[in-house]
Every structure is written in C-alpha cells, then in structure tokens.
C-alpha cells in the first residue's frame, strides 16, 4: 500500500523532498501559500493545493488528519513553521518532521512535539568540512551532540594492516563496526583481517576520538 505524505513549504528544500518522493511513487500531497509555487508542483505531485498552514480550518479541509507523515519545510518564516507544527500535533498526526533554521528554532520544534527535526544547512554543512578535511571521509552522521559515525576510505596508513596491528579501539578509542569490501557488507568484521585498497570502514566512536582518528589514519 502507498504510504500518504505532505510536504508544507515547497522552497528548495521541501521542493527537493517532494520530488524525490513523487519520482519513488510515493502520494504527495503538496501545499504552498506562493501560487507560482503550487504551480510548479502540479504535475509533479499527487496533489497540489494554495493554502497557509497557519490556518487550522484549511488543513483541517485538506484532510490532514489521514496522512501518515507530515514534512513542515517552511524556511524563514519561524513563526509559521512553530504555529504549524503545533496544529499539526494537536491534530494527532502519525509523523511530523520539520526544518529548523537554527538551534533555538530546533528547540522549540522538540518541545512542541516534532517527532524528526532536521537542519540540513548545518548537517550538510558538518558533512562537506569532513570530507575537506579528507577526500576519505565518506559520510559524517551525528548521533548525538558529542557522538558520530563516519564512514571512511582506507587510507594509506592503514593499508595492507590488520585491526589488530592498527589497534583502532585502544588508539583511538573507537569501534570499527562493519567493512564494506565490493558489494559486501561485513558487519562483524574480524581483527586480524588485512585492509586493502578502497575498504570502506564504519567507525563510530566520540567526535574527539573520531577527530583524532581521522587526522592520524584517514
Ligand atoms: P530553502 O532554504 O529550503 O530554499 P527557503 O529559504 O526557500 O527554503 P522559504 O522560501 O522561506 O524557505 O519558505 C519555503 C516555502 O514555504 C515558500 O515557498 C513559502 O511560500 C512557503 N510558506 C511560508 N509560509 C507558509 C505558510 N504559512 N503556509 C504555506 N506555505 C508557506
Ligand atoms: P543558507 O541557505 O546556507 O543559510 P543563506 O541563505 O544564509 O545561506 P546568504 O545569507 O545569502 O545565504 O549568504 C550567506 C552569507 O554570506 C551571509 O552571512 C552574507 O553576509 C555573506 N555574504 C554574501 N555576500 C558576500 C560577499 N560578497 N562577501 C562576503 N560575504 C558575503
Ligand atoms: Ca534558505
């Protein structure tokens, strides 16, 4: 069965959501008060409709209620991305993600009762000055304020060693948990296996450790 959507705000970010979601067969249902915008969407998504989010009665019409995942991508307009969210979670809806602008916009969003805030400036942001750091570093994601999971390349250092040898954990601190070699994934890698060219690690650990792992082996 096809899972219903919402995107709220059809700007760069949530215009981007909704086509990828539309191009994956997914029901969209998309909503902008900038009449170009809706426009712009009408032959994309499953629907496209002109109203505020603001407006209780108008989402209410819309038939909020029955869709499962609602994505709230209003961009400078905090107050209406605040005031949307709240009506939205008065109306019980299953999963609301929202875009924050910045960290006390975030704040406030996980009070209210957002279920998934994202700040894809920043995180993207995060993810670009890793991989400046090292063209190795693959994929950057934070689990929490000080803890993250990186994927990296094999570096020259670490070529042709074992995990033994390179002793990553009591070095480093962090925990190499899968090793991505061609297609496979191997998820319980062992320690005296030897790393070769283009291995793929995935290290999670404490952003410090993973700092200095990454400046010393990546
Ligand atoms: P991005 O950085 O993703 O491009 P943006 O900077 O384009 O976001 P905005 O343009 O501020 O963000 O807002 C995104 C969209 O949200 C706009 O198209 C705007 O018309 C729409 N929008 C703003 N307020 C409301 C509202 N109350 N109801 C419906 N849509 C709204
Ligand atoms: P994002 O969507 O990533 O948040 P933004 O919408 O904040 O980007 P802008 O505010 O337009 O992007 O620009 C980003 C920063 O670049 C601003 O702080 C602005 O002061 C600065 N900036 C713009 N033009 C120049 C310039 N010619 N020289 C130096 N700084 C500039
Ligand atoms: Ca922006």
């Known amino acids: 069965m096809k899972r219903e959507f919402a995107v709220i705000g059809l700007g760069r970010f949530g215009g981007s959501i909704c086509r990828e979601l539309s191009a994956e067969g997914m029901e969209v249902l998309a909503i902008d008060s900038d009449e170009d915008k809706v426009n712009e969407f009408k032959n994309i998504a499953s629907h496209a409709v002109i109203a505020d989010s603001t407006d209780e009665a108008t989402l209410k019409e819309l038939g909020i209620k029955n869709i499962d995942h609602v994505i709230v991508a209003i961009g400078d307009n905090i107050q209406a991305s605040i005031l949307t969210t709240v009506i939205l979670t008065d109306l019980g809806i299953g999963k609301i993600t929202v875009k924050a602008q910045n960290d006390y916009h975030e704040k406030i969003l996980n009070k209210i009762g957002a279920d998934q ?6 995180d993207m942001g995060k993810r670009i000055a890793h991989n400046i750091i090292s063209s190795n570093i693959l994929d950057y994601l934070e689990l929490s304020d000080d803890h993250s999971i990186v994927e990296v390349k094999v570096g020259k250092k670490m070529l042709g060693k074992t995990m033994i040898e390179l002793d990553i954990r009591a070095n480093y601190g962090c925990n190499v948990v899968a090793i991505k070699r061609d297609k496979e994934i191997n998820v319980s890698p062992s320690a005296d296996d030897k790393l070769r060219e283009n291995d793929i690690l ?14 010393h082996l990546v």
């Open 117 to 122: 805030v994202v700040h894809p400036e920043r």
């Open 202 to 215: 995935i290290v999670i650990g404490s952003d410090k450790d993973i700092s200095r792992f990454e400046k």
